[in-house]
T-cell receptor
Framework: DGGITQSPKYLFRKEGQNVTLSCEQN?????MYWYRQDPGQGLRLIYY???????QKGDIAEGYSVSREKKESFPLTVTSAQKNPTAFYLC??????????????FGDGTRLSIL | AQSVTQLGSHVSVSEGALVLLRCNYS??????LFWYVQYPNQGLQLLLK??????LVKGINGFEAEFKKSETSFHLTKPSAHMSDAAEYFC??????????FGPGTSLSVIP
C-alpha cells in the first residue's frame, strides 16, 4: 500500500543536540511538507518542497533545516538553535497542479521531547 | 491573505445527535477547501474536499459539508454522531502555490 512513513515515532533530544526526523513516501508525489503541531495551535508549516533539490521556508523555519535529494525523502533536522522543540511533527505529501484541489496525505507523526 | 477560522475549539454532542462543526475562510480567489480528521497520536486523514463541482460535498464516515460563497463558510455536518467520531477536526484552505492553511481545529467529544 502507498503511504507516508515517519520515523521514529518518539524521539528525545538532549540540550545542544541536533536530531533528524525521517519522512519517506511511496505515493510518487512531487510536493512534501513538514508541520509542527502544538496543543491548541493547529498545524504550522515549517518547510515545504515542490520538487527535488528545491524547498521553501514556511512560517516557522527558524531552528530547522531540510533537504530534498530524492523525490521520496524529505528529512527534517531540528537544530540546537530551536529552543522549544517539544512538539508533534507531521510530514505530508501531495500531487501538484490540476487546479490545486489535491489533498495532502499525512504520516503518523513523530513526537519530539527534550530530556 | 487567506485564513481559516473554526468557531468553537471544543464541541460536545450526545451519541445520535447532529454534529455541526463550523469553518469560515477568507480568500481573494475561489478557494480549495478541505476537512481533515485526526485521532490521538496519528496524522490527519482527509474527510472531504470542495472541488467546485457541487456545493454539497459528501465525505467518508457519513460526513458532509456545504460550501456557501455568500457566507464564506464550509461547515461540516453529520446527522447522527457515533462514539467513534470523537477526534480533532481541521478545516483547511489551499492557496494556488500548493500551500495549505489549517484552521486551529475543533475537538469533538461524543457523550454516550
Amino acid at each position: 500500500d502507498g503511504g507516508i512513513t515517519q520515523s521514529p515515532k518518539y524521539l528525545f533530544r538532549k540540550e545542544g543536540q541536533n536530531v533528524t526526523l525521517s519522512c519517506e513516501q511511496n505515493l510518487n508525489h512531487d510536493a512534501m511538507y513538514w508541520y509542527r503541531q502544538d496543543p491548541g495551535q493547529g498545524l504550522r508549516l515549517i518547510y515545504y518542497s515542490q520538487i527535488v533539490n528545491d524547498f521553501q521556508k514556511g512560517d516557522i523555519a527558524e531552528g530547522y533545516s531540510v533537504s530534498r535529494e530524492k523525490k521520496e525523502s524529505f528529512p527534517l533536522t531540528v537544530t540546537s538553535a530551536q529552543k522549544n522543540p517539544t512538539a508533534f511533527y507531521l510530514c505530508a505529501s501531495s500531487r501538484t497542479g490540476q487546479g490545486g484541489n489535491q489533498p495532502q496525505h499525512f504520516g503518523d507523526g513523530t513526537r519530539l521531547s527534550i530530556l | 491573505a487567506q485564513s481559516v477560522t473554526q468557531l468553537g475549539s471544543h464541541v460536545s454532542v450526545s451519541e445520535g445527535a447532529l454534529v455541526l462543526l463550523r469553518c469560515n475562510y477568507s480568500s481573494s480567489v475561489p478557494p480549495y477547501l478541505f476537512w481533515y480528521v485526526q485521532y490521538p497520536n496519528q496524522g490527519l486523514q482527509l474527510l472531504l474536499k470542495y472541488t467546485s463541482a457541487a456545493t454539497l460535498v459528501k465525505g467518508i464516515n457519513g460526513f458532509e459539508a456545504e460550501f456557501k460563497k455568500s457566507e464564506t463558510s464550509f461547515h461540516l455536518t453529520k446527522p447522527s454522531a457515533h462514539m467513534s467520531d470523537a477526534a480533532e477536526y481541521f478545516c483547511a484552505v489551499k492557496t494556488s502555490y500548493d500551500k495549505v492553511i489549517f484552521g486551529p481545529g475543533t475537538s469533538l467529544s461524543v457523550i454516550p
